[in-house]
């Protein structure tokens, strides 16, 4: 295994452990969920700071979501389009307010590839999955991702939420079509 390879093993094995027990994981825990010797870990990194700080780098990454968004099928009808469309999104907010959480961040680390490229192109993204029924829409397909986008952050986050989740096709539905009854 190169060094490289052993580094983001432990990168993959660190996260869900972070998310988990915060800092006060153990180099023991770690090693035992990469299934290697615990000296393998300061081969690959200089500390234990230095592979959290990796894992939450890791963790706040935007390409793995940029990935997951250009994997939603632009093929299916616009409903069931937008729920993968917020099943993403919440996957991805579920993960970043877990690890915050659990180190107790505050707000995003400055030092992360979280960057406003990243941001703009899963807006591209997610624009382009709406533009093919905006005839549909009362606003612009880029109001309606923002607005997904917001919906979604604050339905998700566990304390704006108030632990009372929204689901994505809670979200959907809302957007699309407001919480008031039809009448005739």
């Keep these: 295994m190169t060094v490289d390879d052993r580094r983001k093993a432990l990168i993959d094995a660190t996260l869900p452990l972070l998310r988990e027990h915060g800092r006060t994981v153990t180099t023991k825990q770690i090693a035992e969920a990469a299934g290697v010797a615990e000296g393998t870990i300061f081969r690959a990194f200089e500390s234990k700071d230095d592979l959290i700080l990796a894992a939450v780098e890791a963790g706040m990454d935007m390409q793995p979501f940029l990935d997951d968004l250009a994997g939603v099928d632009s ?26 959480s659990a180190l107790g961040i505050t707000g995003p680390p400055r030092a992360q590839k979280h960057t406003e490229a990243g941001r703009r192109r899963a807006e591209e993204i997610m624009i382009a999955l709406v533009e093919p029924d905006a005839e549909l829409l009362m606003c612009t397909p880029a109001d309606l991702v923002h607005m997904l986008r917001l919906f979604t952050f604050s339905g998700t986050h566990p304390h704006l939420s108030e632990g009372r989740r929204l689901t994505p096709e809670q979200i959907v539905d809302t957007l699309l079509d407001g919480v008031r009854r039809k009448t005739d």
């Design 75 to 100: 093929s299916l009808e616009f409903r069931p389009r937008l729920i993968e469309l917020v099943t993403r999104l919440q996957a991805r907010f579920t993960g970043i307010f877990a690890l915050m």
